[in-house]
């Protein structure tokens, strides 16, 4: 490999964050065409993604069987289990929920005095979620995806 070149295969990851960019766009304008409450959205945004986020961050830097199927369930986990409690709650945040919401008799769709019960509950519940499914599947495929350890780069002499 000659200066300035980059290695076979970094360009993947451009690739395919580049094929990822279009769907995400679509659902941000989505979201922003149904919803007018850009605080309300903001905040779901970072909710969702820090609760997708800890527990794979976590666990991927400080447990030593953490490996890469174990992470993308995770993530999954967190994101489908937080936006699948989202639609059936009728207040977020104490505003009403009119992005998802559709009217239901569970747990979700509870009012107490005009409140809902169960608001702020998806985002304690999602990384619980994360972690029983983090470590069953680290644990499941230890023999198949192997953890590699990192090994930090030696300075050149």
């Keep these: 490999m000659q200066s ?26 989505f979201f922003a065409l ?3 409450q850009s605080g309300i959205l903001l905040v779901l945004a970072l909710d969702v993604s820090l609760a ?5 961050l976590t666990l ?12 993308l369930t995770g993530i999954i986990a967190v994101a489908s ?5 989202f639609a059936p709650t009728p207040q977020v945040y104490g505003r009403d929920n009119t992005t ?10 509870n009012l107490v005095d005009g409140i809902s019960t169960f608001d702020g509950l998806p985002t304690l519940i999602s990384p619980i979620i994360c972690l029983v499914s983090y470590m ?6 230890q023999r198949t995806s192997v953890p590699e350890p990192v090994v930090a780069p030696q300075p050149a002499d």
């Design 34 to 36: 149904k919803d007018s």
């Design 4 to 29: 300035g070149e980059t290695p076979r295969g970094s360009d993947q990851l451009l690739k395919w964050t580049r094929i990822f960019a279009i769907p995400i766009a679509l659902t941000g304008i």
């Design 136 to 141: 069953a599947l680290a644990y499941a495929t």
């Design 100 to 109: 998802l919401y559709f009217p239901n008799d569970t747990i979700f769709g």
């Design 52 to 56: 997708r986020l800890l527990v794979p």
């Design 60 to 71: 991927g830097l400080f447990w030593p069987k953490s490996n890469t199927a174990a992470v």
């Design 81 to 85: 289990t937080r936006l699948i409690m």
